[in-house]
């Protein structure tokens, strides 16, 4: 079994901010066709993955500079 090699918090920042991107595609298109239930569904993994961003951006701030 190989590991997956470690993203830096800059990584998953920008993937996080790809994902957000997809779901809010997929919200357009939901609100777009009228589809209340797809759009509440992509809502609930646009705020989960808000949150994830938010945890990514902690860990950026905190983590300490090298000079």
Do not use: N, W
């Amino acid at each position: 079994m190989t590991h997956p090699t470690p993203q830096t918090p800059e990584d998953m920042q920008r993937d996080t901010l790809g994902v957000l991107a997809g779901i809010c595609d997929d919200m357009k298109r939901c609100a777009m066709e009228q589809d209340v239930v797809g759009l509440k569904t992509h809502y609930g993994f646009f705020k989960t993955t808000m949150g994830r961003l938010d945890v990514i951006m902690g860990s950026i701030r905190q983590a300490p500079r090298e000079f």
